[in-house]
């Protein structure tokens, strides 16, 4: 019995800590569109913005780190109707993956635009469909909550190269990337 209860404590352990590797391998996120991005007037979040930047130089991790992390602190999930304008959410606190995205996605661009870096990176906000090994998981649903998933991505327009981010499952999980197969758009 003991060393059953090891190993069970061994591999909790290592699923905790592996945690975001075991996700991006095992679940796929394929944009099917794309939000308008919102710009931010509430004087709260540009506030908010402006403390966590500290007028530091930046770059698209430190962009990811500020975005995510405003977005973790202003936000909680809910399953119900919320506004999905990010001006909005600073009074309701409440979002669900609409939100958190136009939240992180409407603070990424105040921060590329701050940082003057609109010629190196571009911030879309995307509704995605999420495949488990290969399966799509929205079709395994009927309830109109579980017909996409949005998500956010950063692109390095030097480079090419492009982070995901999920706000809400970064919020809950605590993974901070995510697997994107395709770029289309």
Known sequence: ???????????????????????????????????????ITNQDLLDKIQIHSNDQQADIQKIIKIANSITIETLNFTGGPTSNNPNELMQTRQANCIGYSALFNSIANQLITQYQLTDRIQAKHHIGQLDFLG?????????PFFKDHDFNTLQDLQTGKVYAIDPSLSDYLGIKRVAFESYSE
Do not use: C, D, P
């Not at 061994?10 to 592996?18: P, Q, R, S």
């Open 1 to 39: 019995m003991k060393k059953a209860l090891k190993v069970f404590a061994i591999l909790l352990l290592t699923t905790l800590l592996l945690r975001g590797w075991i996700y991006r391998y095992s679940v796929n996120y394929t944009s099917i569109g794309t939000r308008n991005s919102i710009e």
């Open 135 to 143: 399966i799509n998981l929205h079709q395994l649903f009927s309830h």
